[in-house]
């Protein structure tokens, strides 16, 4: 996907903005605007950053734009493991089931090295 692009599926899919109403913002005309968003005008590092404070987001994330992302966050905090924010990236439920059984049972075995230690 070409910068344009990013642009127009922000623009549309996120923040439901007219292209007169950006084209407004930045100060030039409808033509021009719709020049950005079809890439045939190259855009500034300067207009980058307009465009980022129009939409209220980071240059970086007009750059690297995608409609669906490639994975996903769970987080998982709750009275069981001890306060520990717990990322799982890209995993099913079971697979994260599994993998907090894992963490469990290693926290166990280090509970039960810890006391033969002191023993």
């Known amino acids: 996907m070409k910068i344009g692009d990013n642009i127009r599926e922000i623009r549309?899919?996120?923040?439901?903005?007219?292209?007169?109403d950006v084209a407004n913002a930045?100060?030039?005309t409808v033509k021009a605007y719709s020049n950005i968003e079809n890439n045939i005008a190259d855009i500034t590092l300067t207009r980058l950053y307009e465009?980022?404070?129009?939409f209220g987001v980071a240059p970086e994330y007009i750059l690297n734009y995608q409609e669906?992302?490639?994975?996903?966050?769970?987080?998982?905090n709750y009275e069981g493991n001890q306060?520990?924010?717990?990322?799982?990236?890209?995993?099913?439920?079971?697979?994260?089931?599994n993998l907090q059984k894992e963490i469990n049972d290693n926290i166990n075995s280090v509970k039960t090295l810890k006391k033969s230690v002191r023993s």
């Open 68 to 76: 669906k992302s490639t994975y996903t966050n769970h987080f998982n």
């Open 12 to 20: 549309e899919s996120e923040k439901n903005l007219r292209k007169e």
């Open 51 to 54: 465009l980022s404070d129009i």
């Open 83 to 97: 306060g520990v924010n717990i990322m799982y990236q890209g995993c099913t439920p079971e697979q994260v089931k």
């Open 26 to 28: 930045l100060g030039i």
